[in-house]
């Protein structure tokens, strides 16, 4: 018999109860982070919706805000925007889960009058493609580099588009880190980070990004996490030390 589905809707109320799916361990800082940046946004329209079979187990995840306050590049005004959607096992992709998301989150845009909803795509292996978005209507309206922005559009307002940004040498001296608690691992990444390049004698500063103003007219096309040389980007999603050591041998 095929499990049943229930689309959870995770609220300051049942956190704890249902986590934030990416990081399980509630004493992990990660955890703790995403929590608190969480409580911070959902009043001003964050939304974490997690897919649950009936016997409990989390097949994945979708995250969305009102696009004005979304942690991303992104202008699309009255418009939902998705900032994560993911199905954790291989084995429950292509099964139409994500489309349960995506479609709950369209409805959600139709209930609250909004012109539509916004997404930010990419072939990396840590975001959504955009197929499965093709697969339930969405359009692409513009692209940056690797990242395309899709849309499902609700009205005929103008289409969303992804903003310009331009790293400012003045405002990066030397190495510096941004990152945002939006996502759980960044935590992790700017500590372990932090601690190598002190080994290492490298003036590494960490600068965590606060609100969402910030993070869409920040340094990376990403919004949530930049790791910057002077005017140079050299990441813009969190990596591994390993990642880091290559980084400093070519730089």
Request: aromatic share 12%; glycine share 6%.
């Amino acid at each position: 018999m095929k499990p049943k589905y229930e689309v959870i809707s995770v609220t300051p109320n049942n956190v704890e109860t249902y986590g934030l799916f990416c990081i399980k361990s509630q004493k992990n800082p990660g955890y703790i982070k995403k929590r608190d940046w969480f409580l911070q946004e959902y009043p001003k329209g964050l939304r974490l919706k997690i897919l649950q079979e009936e016997s409990g187990r989390q097949l994945g995840f979708i995250e969305y805000t009102p696009a004005e306050q979304a942690w991303r590049p992104v202008e699309a005004p009255s418009y939902l925007f998705i900032h994560c959607m993911y199905i954790y096992k291989k084995e429950d992709r292509r099964r139409g889960n994500a489309s349960l998301l995506i479609k709950d989150c369209v409805e959600d845009a139709r209930r609250q009058g909004k012109a539509g909803v916004a997404v930010m795509t990419s072939d990396g292996p840590w975001i959504a493609s955009k197929d499965v978005f093709f697969r339930n209507g969405f359009e692409q309206v513009d692209q940056r580099g690797g990242f395309e922005l899709l849309h499902y559009p609700l009205a005929k307002n103008a289409p969303p588009r992804l903003t310009d940004r331009e790293v400012k040498p003045e405002q990066h001296q030397s190495w510096q880190l941004l990152y945002a608690n939006q996502c759980p691992w960044h935590q992790k990444c700017a500590e372990e980070l932090l601690g190598f390049a002190k080994d290492k004698g490298i003036p590494l500063q960490i600068t965590e990004i606060t609100n969402s103003a910030t993070a869409r007219n920040g340094a990376s096309p990403f919004g949530v996490f930049a790791l910057v040389r002077g005017s140079k980007l050299l990441e813009y999603h969190y990596i591994s030390k390993t990642r880091f050591m290559n980084i400093l041998k070519t730089t």
